[in-house]
């Protein structure tokens, strides 16, 4: 004779399950058991990286945090200088500065806002040549050198 037992559901509606039914029962149970206990070991695994992180991201922030106030310095002076050629411009830090996802080797990227090419001969990049002139004579940047991409840009170095 099969074994059968008794399987009751909400409705309150009993049914007899053969072997194979209870089997394939078990058998889904353990699947489910499995993936709930890899489910936890990922999510621990995720939570030591993520801790991780964290903590390395709080020792670097930590450790440039006096670097802030020479950004600003720069962000002000580049503000002056720009001005110079288009008096309603802004400048703004962008970037992982600006996300606060700078690292030790990271750059800092200013935006000119408001720059009009118009104002210049050549269009942008004649504005940013004659911004990188403009740079070539200040104190606080050296080696500002227009570089040629499909944005173009002014590199330049900031002495700390």
Request: glycine share 8%; proline share 4%.
């Amino acid at each position: 004779l099969a074994r059968r037992q008794w399987a009751a559901f909400a409705s309150g509606v009993g049914l007899r399950l053969s072997e194979e039914e209870m089997e394939e029962r078990a058998r889904r149970r353990r699947l489910a058991s499995d993936a709930a206990r890899g489910a936890s070991a990922r999510a621990e695994r995720l939570g030591r990286i993520s801790a991780g992180v964290e903590a390395w991201a709080t020792a670097t922030q930590e450790s440039l945090s006096p670097l802030h106030a020479w950004v600003a310095r720069s962000r002000a002076a580049l503000q002056v200088a720009a001005a110079r050629i288009w008096p309603d411009c802004t400048v703004e830090v962008y970037g992982s500065w600006a996300a606060g996802l700078q690292a030790h080797h990271s750059d800092v990227d200013l935006l000119v806002r408001g720059a009009e090419p118009g104002s210049c001969a050549g269009g942008m990049v004649g504005a940013l040549r004659e911004l990188a002139a403009l740079l070539e004579g200040e104190e606080w940047i050296s080696q500002p050198t227009l570089v040629s991409a499909r944005v173009p840009l002014i590199k330049a170095f900031a002495p700390l």
